[in-house]
Nanobody, 122 residues
Framework: QVQLVESGGGSVQPGGSLRLSCAAS????????VGWYRQAPGNQREWVAS???????RYVDSVKGRFTISRDNAKNTVYLQMNALKPEDTATYYC????????????????WGQGTQVTVSS
């Protein structure tokens, strides 16, 4: 079973940038859609962005124009470039692969990795 591991988090000031990576232990193409999600303390996990094998991309409204999801199939990695970061972007970020775009956005499965922490603060 292909596993996904998140990395790239850190602490930045408002307006700063980070690039998160979601690396697969095998072929990233094992998943039709790979999504990024985040969970802030006291909040439910929320979907952030998804990309399919056909490069169909979707974003939650709050990150449109600031975040960019991309994939490098040769490196078996999906990225989340985050620019113009805001304090409200502070959360643990997770990636997850699904077999449909619908499941990626609306109904991801119950198993999650460790995530990577993003903190935006002055």
């Amino acid at each position: 079973q292909v596993q996904l591991v998140e990395s790239g988090g850190g602490s930045v000031q408002p307006g700063g940038s980070l690039r998160l990576s979601c690396a697969a232990s095998g072929s990233i193409l094992s998943f039709y859609a790979v999504g990024w999600y985040r969970q802030a303390p006291g909040n439910q996990r929320e979907w952030v962005a998804s990309i399919t094998t056909g490069e169909t991309i979707r974003y939650v409204d709050s990150v449109k124009g600031r975040f960019t999801i991309s994939r490098d199939n040769a490196k078996n990695t999906v990225y989340l470039q985050m620019n113009a970061l805001k304090p409200e972007d502070t959360a643990t970020y997770y990636c997850k692969g699904e077999d449909s775009l619908y499941r990626s956005i609306v109904a991801p499965g119950p198993t999650w990795g460790q995530g990577t922490q993003v903190t935006v603060s002055s």
